[in-house]
């Protein structure tokens, strides 16, 4: 059994031990100690903080294996992204050019630095261990940060978007950015992440990208083969994440040139598909036979926990009947309300 809850002071030794495992198709997760130990202090003082509206709240969330008290993953989102209210990225777009003297009028594929996605909320993070044999686990992790925003809407916007992780070859390079970004920053897309802890939202990158649009059809080959397309290693990610409502837009990663996901959260199942239930004391046996996987989470603030389990259908009951370890996982006790989504 596994649950997902608020990273505490405790765990930093723990994700220190994943940060150290190589995860390419990840570039939002902190690497350092120092980094991990500054993103766990924020994450439980965003946790802690009365909020009437989001602002530069983050809330890191860890999947930890009950049995043992292993935790075996991470996920994180934020309530407005970027700091002090910018978030980078490209936009694309397209440029009419027009010579009324030849007579010429065509359409020109464009990138333009843009930061239109400053405030939507952000969720990042997301890595989980033996991503490839992941289970239920993997999609309660992802969906789990949704559910807390379902249980405090008041903490995140109306509308979110993901950052995933674009093409890099088996050394790491990114052909988008010795393309685009190399030019700029004058060094290699490993050295640039660390450089920059996988933020897109420094001072340097306005400094230093270009502020005027960027024409595709110059860009070599590889790198618009390159743009949009997730790292192989991604595609957990981006299938949880399109079966929860996400879709690809308009916008890339300034750096590798990986696809960003975004939906209105009320195109998101979190939010349009839970259920509230009134939690009653002893899994009840099988009505139908034919039980269905479900996310259940509760409470807010710190006391927030999420886990997975099977039962009948719940849209027509009034409650949900769960066994003792799972009250015990959940921090409830018969009569509290929880929340409930198909997963």
Same mark, same amino acid.
């Given at each position: 059994?596994?649950?997902?809850?608020?990273?505490?002071?405790?765990?930093?030794?723990? &994700?220190?031990? &994943?940060?150290?495992?190589?995860?390419?198709?990840?570039?939002?997760?902190?690497?350092?100690?120092?980094?991990?130990?500054?993103?766990?202090?924020?994450?439980?003082?965003?946790?802690?903080?009365?909020?009437?509206?989001?602002?530069?709240?983050?809330?890191?969330?860890?999947?930890?294996?009950?049995?043992?008290?292993?935790?075996?993953?991470?996920?994180?989102?934020?309530?407005?992204?970027?700091? /002090?209210?910018?978030?980078?990225?490209?936009?694309? %777009?397209?440029?009419?050019?027009?010579?009324?003297?030849? /007579?010429?009028?065509?359409?020109?594929?464009?990138?333009?630095?843009?930061?239109?996605?400053?405030?939507?909320?952000?969720?990042?993070?997301?890595?989980?261990?033996?991503?490839?044999?992941?289970?239920?686990?993997?999609?309660?992790?992802?969906?789990?940060?949704?559910?807390?925003?379902?249980?405090?809407?008041?903490?995140?916007?109306?509308?979110?978007?993901?950052?995933?992780?674009?093409?890099?070859?088996?050394? *790491?390079?990114?052909?988008?950015?010795?393309?685009?970004?190399?030019?700029?920053?004058?060094? %290699?897309?490993?050295?640039?992440?660390?450089?920059?802890?996988?933020?897109?939202?420094?001072?340097?990158?306005?400094?230093?990208?270009?502020?005027?649009?960027?024409?595709?059809? &110059?860009?070599?080959?590889?790198?618009?083969?390159?743009?949009?397309?997730?790292?192989?290693?991604?595609?957990?990610?981006? /299938?949880?994440?399109?079966?929860?409502?996400?879709?690809?837009?308009?916008?890339?990663?300034?750096?590798?040139?990986?696809?960003?996901?975004?939906?209105?959260?009320?195109?998101?199942?979190?939010?349009?598909?839970?259920?509230?239930?009134?939690?009653?004391? *002893?899994?009840?046996?099988?009505?139908? *036979?034919?039980?269905?996987?479900?996310?259940?989470?509760?409470?807010?603030?710190?006391?927030?926990?999420?886990?997975?389990?099977?039962?009948?259908? &719940?849209?027509?009951?009034?409650?949900? *009947?769960?066994?003792?370890?799972?009250?015990?996982?959940?921090?409830?006790?018969?009569?509290? /309300?929880?929340?409930?989504?198909?997963?």
């Amino acid at each position: 059994m596994y649950v997902v809850r608020p990273v505490e002071l405790a765990d930093i030794a723990a &994700l220190e031990s &994943l940060a150290a495992v190589s995860m390419p198709g990840v570039h939002t997760l902190p690497k350092t100690r120092e980094k991990i130990a500054a993103s766990v202090e924020r994450s439980i003082a965003s946790f802690a903080a009365h909020v009437d509206i989001p602002s530069e709240e983050s809330y890191l969330f860890v999947l930890e294996a009950v049995a043992d008290k292993r935790i075996v993953g991470t996920a994180a989102i934020f309530a407005s992204a970027g700091s /002090n209210g910018t978030y980078f990225s490209f936009r694309n %777009d397209v440029i009419q050019q027009v010579s009324r003297d030849l /007579n010429i009028s065509h359409s020109v594929h464009a990138l333009t630095l843009c930061s239109e996605l400053t405030a939507y909320s952000q969720l990042s993070g997301f890595y989980v261990t033996n991503m490839e044999q992941a289970g239920l686990e993997a999609a309660l992790l992802s969906r789990a940060r949704l559910l807390f925003a379902v249980l405090a809407p008041h903490r995140f916007g109306d509308r979110f978007f993901v950052p995933l992780a674009g093409i890099t070859d088996a050394d *790491g390079q990114s052909p988008f950015w010795d393309a685009l970004g190399r030019k700029f920053f004058q060094m %290699d897309f490993l050295d640039a992440e660390r450089v920059i802890g996988g933020a897109r939202n420094r001072t340097l990158i306005v400094e230093l990208m270009p502020h005027y649009p960027v024409y595709v059809p &110059l860009l070599p080959g590889d790198a618009q083969a390159a743009m949009g397309q997730i790292h192989p290693s991604g595609e957990l990610a981006f /299938n949880l994440l399109t079966e929860e409502g996400f879709e690809a837009d308009d916008y890339i990663d300034i750096f590798d040139g990986g696809p960003i996901l975004q939906a209105h959260k009320n195109s998101l199942r979190s939010f349009t598909g839970s259920v509230t239930r009134r939690v009653v004391e *002893g899994a009840a046996a099988s009505r139908s *036979g034919q039980k269905v996987n479900y996310a259940i989470a509760a409470g807010v603030e710190q006391n927030f926990r999420a886990v997975t389990f099977s039962c009948d259908a &719940l849209e027509a009951a009034d409650e949900v *009947g769960l066994p003792k370890e799972l009250l015990a996982a959940l921090h409830v006790r018969a009569g509290d /309300n929880v929340v409930c989504v198909r997963i």
